[in-house]
Antibody, heavy 119, light 109 residues
Framework: EVQLVESGGGLVQPGGSLKLSCAASGFTFSGSAMHWVRQASGKGLEWVGRIRSKANSYATAYAASVKGRFTISRDDSKNTAYLQMNSLKTEDTAVYYC??????????WGQGTLVTVSS | EIVLTQSPGTLSLSPGERATLSCRASQSVSSSYLAWYQQKPGQAPRLLIYGASSRATGIPDRFSGSGSGTDFTLTISRLEPEDFAVYYCQQYGSSPRITFGQGTRLEIK
């Protein structure tokens, strides 16, 4: 059974940092592209970024709204993807989902972790 | 940036009726790169359709997708009570890599 479990969310002050983790199981993690998607309360889905597999040079890409502030990484030995978030803004408040991508679509999603940026 | 516009914003129908949801792109999208998701309150989205018309694993055949270019449609042939949810279309492109429509809320009439 495929499972994606996010952790690391919480309350952080504006300008602060937070690192989310996404623990994967039930599939060949090392061969999969992993993405992060967020959703503010009552709003739609917003793509955050992605990291490809080793075979694709661990290439990363980011949405313009987070580029330069967020960094996605992965540890294939731990079957875990990460989202390092720096210089957080109140508008970054959202539920953050990690997803496994096959081709152009997310076929598996985690349950999400809530990040609240507030003073 | 490719913008996806979904219509209607809210669709009110009764169980047993047919639902037609639209997703219009600001530029042509490859059919291979168009997907639909369903999201229920408090849950993560679930993949329904990929490649514009292929059903994901375990998705009932009352769900179907169609379209090409800039106009795509998700059809639910006969609504079941569990189908009332929010639906999102998504495209995969160059920059930004992925964009979502704003969603269509399907509610019970």
């Amino acid at each position: 059974e495929v499972q994606l479990v996010e952790s690391g969310g919480g309350l952080v002050q504006p300008g602060g940092s937070l690192k989310l983790s996404c623990a994967a199981s039930g599939f060949t993690f090392s061969g999969s592209a992993m993405h992060w998607v967020r959703q503010a309360s009552g709003k739609g889905l917003e793509w955050v970024g992605r990291i490809r597999s080793k075979a694709n040079s661990y290439a990363t890409a980011y949405a313009a709204s987070v580029k330069g502030r967020f960094t996605i990484s992965r540890d294939d030995s731990k079957n875990t993807a990460y989202l390092q978030m720096n210089s957080l803004k109140t508008e970054d408040t959202a539920v953050y989902y990690c997803t496994r991508h096959v081709a152009a679509q997310a076929d598996y999603w985690g349950q999400g972790t809530l990040v609240t940026v507030s003073s | 940036e490719i913008v996806l516009t979904q219509s209607p914003g809210t669709l009110s129908l009764s169980p047993g009726e047919r639902a037609t949801l639209s997703c219009r792109a600001s530029q042509s999208v490859s059919s291979s790169y168009l997907a639909w998701y369903q999201q229920k309150p408090g849950q993560a989205p679930r993949l329904l359709i990929y490649g514009a018309s292929s059903r994901a694993t375990g998705i009932p055949d009352r769900f179907s997708g169609s379209g090409s270019g800039t106009d795509f449609t998700l059809t639910i042939s006969r609504l079941e009570p569990e189908d009332f949810a929010v639906y999102y279309c998504q495209q995969y492109g160059s920059s930004p890599r992925i964009t979502f429509g704003q969603g269509t809320r399907l509610e019970i009439k």
